[in-house]
């Protein structure tokens, strides 16, 4: 998976914001909002996954969130 990729994100997968600005770690302790999408959705990857980064950054509905990298799948 590359940024700009389409991805698939399954239902019932959760997304999370952070209090973090571009200069910071992304860290789960940080986190400021929280949604849990009921059905399956498309969204594009910002972020390519990493080997130490278990988060991946997305663009949902306009807004950037982190969602496990688990959850997404490649379109």
Known sequence: M???DL??????????KT????????EVHNITEFIRVEKPINALLLE???????????L???EEW????NDVRFV
């Open 48 to 58: 390519s996954p990493s080997i130490e980064n278990s988060y991946v950054r997305v």
């Open 19 to 26: 209090g973090h600005n571009q200069n910071t770690k992304w």
């Open 66 to 69: 982190y969602i496990d990298k």
């Open 7 to 16: 991805v698939y994100i399954p239902s019932r997968s959760e997304f999370y």
């Open 60 to 62: 949902y509905n306009g």
């Open 2 to 4: 590359m940024k700009g």
